[in-house]
């Protein structure tokens, strides 16, 4: 069983940047693909990014490539997500989470999840 917490969030205005974390309870972190999805108020939670085990692949949303990038740092357990040029469509509750298969877009494909961390961008 993968525990996940996620921190990092805030509030936020447009143009800055945030950093989000992910700590996991689980030493076979390189054991695993890790992903970042997110969930705005009144709508379905979507895919933001994905990273490899070794960190070597990713692959992002279009509506946040270029302004996001995922990475991993294996000896510390831990994700991130640096979310820059944030827009206020960027507002949502962030969760990582983690499969034990291969790096995936595919919510359903994800075995372990975050309680969320809230990211709100004022104008």
């Known amino acids: 069983q993968v525990q996940l917490v996620e921190s990092g969030g805030g509030l936020v205005q447009v143009g800055g940047s945030l950093r989000l974390s992910c700590a996991a309870s689980?030493?076979?972190?390189?054991?695993?693909?890790m992903g970042w999805f997110r969930q705005a108020p009144g709508k379905e939670r979507e895919f933001v990014a994905a990273?490899?085990?070794?960190?070597?692949?990713?692959t992002y949303a279009d509506s946040v490539k270029g302004r996001c990038t995922i990475s991993r740092d294996n000896l510390k357990n831990t994700l991130f997500l640096q979310m820059n040029s944030l827009k206020p469509e960027d507002t949502a509750v962030y969760y990582c989470?983690?499969?034990?298969?291969?790096?995936?877009?595919?919510?359903?494909?994800?075995?372990?999840w975050g309680q969320g961390t809230q990211v709100t961008v004022s104008s």
């Open positions: 989470t983690a499969t034990s298969g291969v790096m995936t877009r595919i919510e359903g494909s994800y075995n372990y």
């Open positions: 689980e030493r076979t972190f390189s054991n695993y693909a």
């Open positions: 990273i490899g085990r070794s960190g070597g692949v990713t």
